[in-house]
């Protein structure tokens, strides 16, 4: 896939610079409708880095990142790397005034103190009093106790809410990404047939995915998952570590592939096959799986929310026996694998026009393992699907 734009040498899809401003004004003016200082944002993972690739465009180091979001002007970062107080910014970086780089590392306790000291400092020169913490629960425990201890007259406050609302709607440049991403879940799926045959693992298919999903441009490996049994078993999809049996004629296989498109936005696409004809009991389940899915997809109106939502499911799977929702059964996606909101019992944030959603109902039932997962836009009278890869069990002749 070609480069399109180039912020610096080497980045191959950065957001716009309009886009970003667009999101720190909105964090901004969130803030100061709560009366907060500044916001912290820490995260090291791949694939809950919302709080890190919303604002600035990059993802987290593995080390973990941290950003100090003030009410006005520019932020601060504090990345891992060679000691410095002052830092060289890199063009894709923007918006940024000021960059920290420091040698820490999780498993050497010796450095635990850098990024708490340094972020201590910042707090204390610019005499902020009120700060508000972004998915605190992303945050390292002894970076917080290091702040809260320190700064016995500041008042730490949860904005996580606050961000989730704002992230989760998305503008017209990202639902253009959105797209990609989903156009990139359809090609991965429909290269799948070609992969299973009797004799192969379920880690070889697993790992010819994510070398597609490489070559044609994805940012991150998020999930991708592969699981077998044979035909009346269910075969729920396992990551790699476990994808460890051997396929045989007559095998249900399950196919999970959730990995950041282009540009970083997650998408999420699962779809059954059979080597050989499926039995009539998987066709019927999985149409039970795909019905679900459209029913919340209907009723996924601004203003409802995810308990809602969640309630017109278990009253809809009931009928079949089915159990109820025990996890999630879809939820919104974005830089994070999984955002707010979701669909279980304790969601009460609202559903909001333009959000970008995973609907994704699975069970057990009558032996059989099935799960519809699709990506959807909402809109005034629901949500509307946007992929396009047919919603059937899918027969792979060999």
Request: charged letters at 25%; one cysteine or more.
């Given at each position: 896939m070609p480069e399109l734009r180039l912020v610096g040498p080497r980045y191959k899809n950065p957001i716009s610079d309009a886009e970003l401003n667009r999101r720190l004004a909105a964090v901004q003016q969130a803030m100061k409708e709560e009366d907060i200082d500044c916001c912290i944002a820490q995260s090291y993972s791949g694939i809950f880095n919302s709080s890190i690739r919303y604002m600035i465009d990059i993802l987290p180091h593995d080390y973990t990142t941290t950003l100090l979001i003030p009410v006005e002007g520019k932020m601060i970062l504090v990345n891992h790397g060679p000691d410095n107080d002052d830092a060289s910014i890199p063009p894709t970086i923007r918006n940024v005034e000021r960059m920290f780089t420091k040698p820490y590392c999780q498993p050497f306790g010796c450095t635990d103190y850098l990024a708490?000291?340094?972020?201590?400092?910042?707090?204390?020169?610019?005499?902020?009093?009120?700060?508000?913490?972004?998915?605190?629960?992303?945050?390292?425990?002894?970076?917080?106790?290091?702040?809260?201890?320190?700064?016995?007259?500041?008042?730490?406050?949860?904005?996580?809410?606050?961000?989730?609302?704002?992230?989760?709607?998305?503008?017209?440049?990202?639902?253009?990404?959105?797209?990609?991403?989903?156009?990139?879940?359809?090609?991965?799926?429909?290269?799948?047939?070609?992969?299973?045959?009797?004799?192969?693992?379920?880690?070889?298919?697993?790992?010819?995915?994510?070398?597609?999903?490489?070559?044609?441009?994805?940012?991150?490996?998020?999930?991708?998952?592969?699981?077998?049994?044979?035909?009346?078993?269910?075969?729920?999809?396992?990551?790699?570590?476990?994808?460890?049996?051997?396929?045989?004629?007559?095998?249900?296989?399950?196919?999970?592939?959730?990995?950041?498109?282009?540009?970083?936005?997650?998408?999420?696409?699962?779809?059954?096959?059979?080597?050989?004809?499926?039995?009539?009991?998987?066709?019927?389940?999985?149409e039970i799986s795909k019905e679900a899915q459209h029913v919340l997809a209907d009723a996924m109106k601004p203003g409802v929310t995810g308990k809602e939502l969640d309630k017109i499911y278990n009253d809809f799977v009931a009928q079949y026996g089915i159990a109820k929702n025990s996890r999630f059964v879809g939820h919104g996606q974005g830089y994070d694998m999984m955002e707010a909101p979701t669909i279980c019992p304790t969601e009460d944030l609202e559903i909001k026009e333009n959000m970008f959603f995973a609907i994704h109902p699975e069970f057990v039932k009558d032996g059989n393992f099935v799960i519809c997962c699709d990506n959807f836009v909402v809109k005034k009278n629901g949500a509307v699907r946007t992929t396009r890869t047919r919603q059937e069990v899918i027969q792979v002749d060999y």
């Open positions: 708490a000291e340094t972020v201590f400092n910042e707090i204390k020169a610019r005499g902020f009093k009120k700060i508000g913490l972004i998915f605190k629960q992303l945050i390292s425990y002894d970076f917080g106790e290091y702040l809260t201890s320190s700064l016995p007259d500041v008042e730490f406050v949860d904005f996580s809410r606050q961000f989730s609302e704002i992230k989760a709607v998305k503008s017209e440049e990202e639902l253009e990404l959105a797209d990609r991403c989903v156009r990139a879940h359809e090609q991965l799926t429909e290269m799948v047939p070609s992969l299973i045959r009797p004799g192969r693992m379920e880690y070889e298919i697993l790992a010819d995915i994510e070398h597609r999903s490489r070559y044609i441009g994805c940012d991150v490996i998020g999930n991708i998952a592969v699981g077998s049994a044979p035909s009346g078993q269910p075969a729920p999809f396992f990551q790699n570590v476990t994808a460890n049996r051997r396929l045989e004629p007559g095998d249900t296989i399950t196919v999970m592939i959730e990995v950041a498109g282009p540009g970083g936005i997650y998408g999420e696409l699962a779809r059954s096959y059979t080597l050989g004809k499926p039995s009539q009991s998987l066709i019927d389940t999985f």
